[in-house]
């Protein structure tokens, strides 16, 4: 079992920065690949980053790339989403997800191959 707690959400004026953590206790967090999602209101939720067991492999969806960095620390049990240029678009629910992997280098896309889930982190962008 692993339990997982965002948080670093908050209220940002477009064109600004937030640094979003992921706290993990529990099972050892280097054995799971992890992952950012968001859901805005009246969407579904949808892939934000993705990073492997080492933190060696990441990848971003197209809407985000460039502007957000995830990374994690594996001795401190940490995962982080680096945000920056923030636009309206990106107000959201932000949750962190882990998913069980055997091997390194493996990045996890799909909501349904995840086995944990925080409980989410508002961000809300205003113009």
């Known amino acids: 079992q692993v339990r997982l707690v965002e948080s670093g959400g908050g209220l940002v004026q477009a064109g600004g920065s937030l640094r979003l953590s992921c706290a993990a206790s529990g099972r050892t967090f280097s054995q799971f690949a992890a992952g950012w999602f968001r859901q805005a209101p009246g969407k579904e939720r949808e892939f934000v980053a993705a990073i492997d067991r080492g933190g060696s492999s990441t990848d971003y969806s197209d809407a985000v790339k460039g502007r957000f960095t995830i990374s994690r620390n594996n001795r401190e049990n940490m995962m982080y989403l680096e945000m920056n240029s923030l636009t309206p678009e990106d107000t959201a629910v932000y949750y962190c997800?882990?998913?069980?992997?055997?091997?390194?280098?493996?990045?996890?896309?799909?909501?349904?191959?995840?086995?944990?889930w925080g409980q989410g982190t508002q961000v809300t962008v205003s113009s």
């Open positions: 997800a882990a998913a069980g992997r055997k091997v390194f280098f493996v990045l996890v896309y799909s909501p349904d191959e995840y086995d944990y």
